[in-house]
Each structure stands twice: as structure tokens, then as C-alpha cells.
């Protein structure tokens, strides 16, 4: 397939890089709060996966895969001459790390997995999306935003951040292509179960205590499986736990890539 032309962030700085995915449906803009904080102090790239933000779509949406994402982001490494990254996912961000570890291991120093699964969909998730993507063919994404948008968040965000609630609604409005591709991706997506005990890399794994969509137990399951892992639960998160508690995710990211670093 051609090679799909991505927009991303970079902070630039000298030194290994941090690689951040986004989660569905969102951008790289999702990772502001990081960019801003720890970006001043290492080189974070956050691309826009092929459909979001200023990233081409693919050709067709029906044929995007978590590993057309995955190759991607392996061809935005190349092209700026990185060999290896720190690389972390939320979410279906995480979907994409997993995806990325399978077909391009040496380029992965690290893993962090946020609020995500490894799990594929079961029948019920997958008539769902299939629904949502029949909803956008004939309507668009409007409507699918706001009922998107109330499983993102926990019960402390929705009751008492009304800015960031506004700010991740900011963040949704991407091409039907996108969202279309997406969806096909999530449904299609293996299981990684059986990948987990393979994980060789320093591994973080971080959930918000209130995440609905990826409960605690999902990531509970991955520390298990993947030797030597860490697990951090940040207090007062839902699903977007990077954003909904900014300095507490960041502190987590901050400390795994500095012991590795003293390492
Ligand atoms: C995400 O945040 O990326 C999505 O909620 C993941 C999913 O729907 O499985």
C-alpha cells in the first residue's frame, strides 16, 4: 500500500525519543499536557495516525489495520532517521504499540500501554462499531461525538473539569475516512494476549481508577503477563487518564524513562 503521509509533533529535543499514539478519535494534540511539560525535557513525537488531524487517509478506510498504523509510524522513524524509541500508546494508541512490537521489535526500547487492553473485540464490541460505522456513512460524526465523548471521560472530569471535557470535544472533529478507518482497524484487531509473555522491554502500564471503557482489571491482566512490568493507577482519571490528570500520568512517564535511563 502507499506509503501515507503523517502530520506529527516533534519537541525537537537532543536525545532518545519518546513516540506518543493517540487514542480513538482523537489526535496528537491529546498529548498536549506532555508535549508541554516533559517535551522541553526529551524529544516526544506525536504523529497523527493516517485519517486524524492533518494526516492523509488511507486509500480506502475498509483496509486500514492496526498494523497499516503500526508500518506508518515505522516509516515516519525512517524517514527522520530514528532507529529506536520509548514508544506509548492510549488506548487505541496502545493498540497500535502492540501492533508495532509484533512487526518491528528492534525499534522498540520501551513500551508504555495507557487505559488500553490487549483483548480483541468480542462479537457485541464489534456489532457496535459496525453500527457506529453505518452512522457515519449516512450522517456523519456529529451525533456519534457527544455519546463518544461521555465514555472518554471519568465521573470526576465530567462533574468537575468542564474545561478539559470542552478541550477533548475539541479534539474529535477528524474526516468520516478517519473515523471510518479507525473503527474497521479496532474490530479487526487480533488478540495480543499471547504477545504479552514475549514483551522483553521495560514495559509501564497506566490506567485512570475510573476508566470505563478499559476497567482496571484489563490492565491488571497485561502487569501479570508481561514480566518485570509496572502498573500505575492514577487516581481521579477516566479513559483519557493523560489528560484528566495531566501531572499525574506525567510523573509516572517521567519516572519510568528516568530509571531507565540511570539504568
Ligand atoms: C480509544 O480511546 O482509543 C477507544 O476508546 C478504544 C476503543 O474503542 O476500543
Known amino acids: 500500500m502507499a506509503k501515507a503521509r503523517l502530520s506529527y509533533q516533534d519537541t525537537g529535543v537532543d536525545g532518545p525519543a519518546l513516540l506518543l499514539v493517540h487514542g480513538f478519535p482523537l489526535s496528537s494534540e491529546m498529548w498536549r499536557p506532555q508535549l508541554e511539560t516533559l517535551g522541553g525535557r526529551r524529544r516526544i513525537l506525536a504523529p ?11 486509500p480506502d478506510p475498509l483496509v486500514v489495520t492496526m498494523d497499516y498504523y503500526a508500518d506508518a509510524l515505522a516509516e515516519l522513524l525512517v524517514d527522520l532517521g530514528i532507529d529506536s524509541v520509548a514508544l506509548g500508546g492510549l488506548s487505541m494508541g496502545g493498540y497500535v504499540a502492540l501492533a508495532f512490537w509484533r512487526r518491528h521489535p528492534a525499534a522498540v526500547d520501551a513500551l508504555i ?12 464490541a464489534i456489532a457496535k462499531r459496525s453500527a457506529q460505522q453505518k452512522q457515519i456513512r449516512t450522517g456523519g460524526t456529529e451525533d456519534l461525538i457527544p455519546q ?15 474545561a478539559i471535557k470542552e478541550s477533548v470535544r475539541g479534539l474529535m472533529a477528524h474526516p468520516a475516512e478517519g473515523y471510518i478507518g479507525a ?10 494476549t499471547g504477545d504479552l509473555p514475549g514483551i522483553t522491554v521495560p514495559t509501564l502500564l497506566v490506567v485512570g481508577d475510573q476508566d470505563g471503557l478499559t476497567p482496571i482489571e484489563l490492565t491488571r491482566y497485561m502487569h501479570e503477563h508481561i514480566a518485570g512490568s509496572q502498573m500505575v493507577v492514577i487516581p481521579e482519571a477516566g479513559h483519557l487518564s493523560n489528560l484528566e490528570a495531566p501531572e499525574a500520568f506525567t510523573a509516572a512517564v517521567a519516572g519510568f524513562l528516568g530509571e531507565l535511563e540511570r539504568a
Request: without cysteine; proline residues 10%.
Open 113 to 124: 500501554l495507557a487505559d488500553s487492553r490487549a483483548e480483541a473485540d468480542g462479537p457485541e
Open 48 to 58: 497523527d495516525l493516517p485519517g486524524f488531524a492533518g494526516s492523509e487517509p488511507a
Open 183 to 192: 473503527l474497521e482497524a479496532m474490530k479487526n484487531r487480533p488478540d495480543s
Open 148 to 162: 463518544l465523548l461521555d465514555g472518554l471521560l471519568g465521573a470526576t472530569t465530567k462533574d468537575q473539569r468542564p
